[in-house]
Nanobody, 115 residues
Framework: QVQLVESGGGLVQAGGSLRLSCAASGSAFSNNAMAWYRRAPGKQRELVARISSGGSTNYAVAVKDRFAISRDNAKNTVYLQMNSLKPEDTAVYYC?????????WGQGTQVTVSS
């Protein structure tokens, strides 16, 4: 079983930056691919970025070149650095394994980008 706790969200103006953190507890964090997902108001949850156990990364087209996912296996933590934020990035952001495990979803962290 893995527990995931997201933090770092907030209210920011368009063009600003935020860094999200996801602390994981439980089994074998370093062996798992991890990902950030988001759910915008009225939309389905979508994959934002993922990182393999070896550090390879992939990004959704909408965030490519603006967001960066990273991980610190010693701290059991995965990060999402978000730059050049846009109002359409407003969402609740979640971390999970990749592919996601349905019962690992946490509360998420709210990111609101004002125009």
């Amino acid at each position: 079983q893995v527990q995931l706790v997201e933090s770092g969200g907030g209210l920011v103006q368009a063009g600003g930056s935020l860094r999200l953190s996801c602390a994981a507890s439980g089994s074998a964090f370093s062996n798992n691919a991890m990902a950030w997902y988001r759910r915008a108001p009225g939309k389905q949850r979508e994959l934002v970025a993922r990182i393999s156990s070896g550090g390879s990364t992939n990004y959704a087209v909408a965030v490519k070149d603006r967001f960066a996912i990273s991980r610190d296996n010693a701290k059991n933590t995965v990060y999402l650095q978000m730059n050049s934020l846009k109002p359409e990035d407003t969402a609740v952001y979640y971390c999970n394994l990749f592919p996601a495990i349905w019962n690992y979803w946490g509360q998420g962290t709210q990111v609101t980008v004002s125009s």
